[in-house]
């Protein structure tokens, strides 16, 4: 079946340092969405990438849609403490079943002060 | 303002209950979303609905019942028939169209304790 696998699991890095997590899926995507869940609280959409090699800025945070639409990543430039959470890719389903999002295991970022 | 709501924020039941958990959305919004999330873990859905009276199975619906009635409500079942229902429950929405679905609006969540 299609699986979205995302990776780290967990990243701790100091305020200032940049972090990075990679999102893969078995499947070629049609778009990919990124949220992020802070501690206690709900997913919150961040953006949505349609073209292959779609890249995306926004402030410190830039996402990017691999040439194949099988990857995407999402970059933090100079991390802050408010960047604290879980950030998750998720990528819709195959031909008709667009409303079947599939959504990786998510990444928990950690920033220390 | 426009959003989605969820109750209970916080349930307990007992083995053995049926639970219901409410999702009302007042975005106009056709697609409702019910995922289920455990600790350190990412989203599973459970169950999805494109337009009122019809829903599809997620890929963990065993032990779930839904039902879409009108098209803000979504309200999940959790049956006696979930064997470890202790969870976090999001509902969400979308538009939907011919060409896919926007972004996911998601409530604030239900944590269910089984006792």
């Known amino acids: 079946g299609q699986q979205v696998m995302q990776i780290p699991q967990y990243q701790h890095v100091q305020e200032g340092e940049d972090f990075t997590t990679y999102c893969n899926s078995s499947?070629?995507?049609?778009?990919i969405q990124w949220y992020k869940q802070r501690p206690g609280g709900h997913p919150v959409f961040l953006i949505q990438?349609?073209?292959?090699?779609e890249v995306k800025k926004q402030k410190r945070l830039t996402f990017q849609f691999g040439e194949a639409k099988k990857n995407s990543s999402l970059h933090i430039t100079a991390t802050q403490t408010t960047d604290v959470g879980t950030y998750f890719c998720?990528?819709?389903?195959?031909?008709?079943?667009?409303?079947?999002?599939?959504f990786g295991s998510g990444t928990k970022l950690n920033v220390k002060p | 303002d426009g959003g989605i709501t969820q109750s209970p924020k916080y349930l307990f039941r007992k083995e053995g209950q049926n639970v219901t958990l409410s999702c009302e959305q007042n975005?106009?919004?056709?697609?409702m979303y019910w995922y289920r999330q455990d600790p350190g873990q990412g989203l599973r859905l459970i169950y999805y609905?494109?337009?009122?009276?019809?829903?599809q199975k997620g890929d963990i619906a065993e032990g779930y019942s839904v039902s879409r009635e009108k098209k803000e409500s979504f309200p999940l079942t959790v049956t006696s028939a979930q064997k470890n229902p202790t969870a976090f429950y999001l509902c969400?929405?979308?538009?939907?169209?011919?060409?896919?679905?926007?972004?996911?609006?998601f409530g604030e969540g239900s944590r269910l304790t089984v006792l």
């Open positions: 969400a929405s979308s538009i939907s169209s011919g060409s896919g679905s926007g972004e996911l609006f």
């Open positions: 499947t070629t995507l049609s778009n």
């Open positions: 990438l349609v073209k292959s090699g």
């Open positions: 998720a990528g819709p389903g195959l031909r008709y079943n667009f409303n079947k999002f599939y």
């Open positions: 975005l106009n919004h056709d697609a």
């Open positions: 609905s494109q337009i009122v009276n019809d829903f």
